[in-house]
């Protein structure tokens, strides 16, 4: 981190954004971070357009434009270091991301994810939970590494599974929670607040937490 100015953030989506948006609408607005770029392998995707209405700048990588993922992501790396980002946020991207990307941009790099992980991880994370019958799922925001949601984990906060409202009334309050939890981690991380603990790299430490 350049400690110079706002923390330089670039977000990666492949659909509607409302994480993006709440990005937008919280630490971008406030100053404490700087959106500068947003990427996505969706022409049409609407968080572009949020985006794009914000006055960040966007690019899209189509998977089938380039030879394999590495390509794909060679590319994204080189666009976002032209920015100069600091740090990757990933919201609702659903494209897995190579190695070399990650490498590139180690401990730099954040997912929301829909569950209280190491439970759930994957696709369809809520549906999972439901399937399984269990009383409590959540939200996590972690670190991205080479696996499926396997990063050390920096922030969670559950959400009950009742069994007695609709899945869109779950759906809403699991999105209210990652609107929320989100932008929060990203803006610890901005304040310098974050780390990973060297005697433990699975263990993310938060300075007056």
Same mark, same amino acid.
């Given at each position: &981190? =350049? ?7 670039? %977000? ?6 409302? #994480? ?15 959106? %500068? ?18 006055? %960040?700048?966007? =690019?899209?990588?189509? $998977? ?10 060679? @590319? ?21 991301? =190579? ?7 180690? #401990? $730099?790099?954040?997912? *929301? ?5 190491? =439970?759930? !991880? ?18 996590? %925001? ?15 906060? @559950? ?7 609709? &899945? ?11 609107? $929320? ?12 607040? *974050? ?13 007056? !937490?």
């Amino acid at each position: &981190m =350049s400690g110079e100015g706002p923390l330089r953030v670039a %977000v990666l989506a492949s659909g509607n954004g409302s #994480n993006l948006q709440a990005l937008i609408d919280g630490p971008h607005e406030r100053g404490t971070i700087e959106l %500068v770029g947003v990427a996505s392998d969706k022409p049409g995707a609407t968080a572009l357009e949020r985006a794009g209405r914000a006055g %960040v700048a966007t =690019s899209v990588f189509p $998977r089938d434009d380039y030879a394999d993922r590495t390509a794909r992501d060679l @590319a994204i790396a080189a666009w976002l270091e032209g920015l100069g980002v600091e740090l990757v946020v990933l919201a609702g991207y659903m494209q897995l991301l =190579s190695g070399e990307f990650i490498r590139s941009f180690s #401990n $730099r790099i954040v997912n *929301v994810h829909p569950a209280l992980l190491p =439970s759930f !991880a994957g696709l369809d994370a809520v549906g999972q939970a439901v399937a399984h019958g269990v009383r409590v799922t959540g939200v996590t %925001v972690h670190f991205v590494d080479e696996g499926v949601d396997t990063g050390p984990i920096l922030l969670q906060e @559950a959400v009950e599974l009742t069994y007695t409202r609709p &899945m869109e009334a779950v759906m809403d309050e699991i999105h209210a929670v990652e609107h $929320r939890l989100l932008p929060h981690a990203v803006e610890l991380i901005a304040a310098g607040r *974050v780390s990973i603990d060297p005697e433990n790299p699975r263990l993310v430490r938060i300075e007056g !937490a």
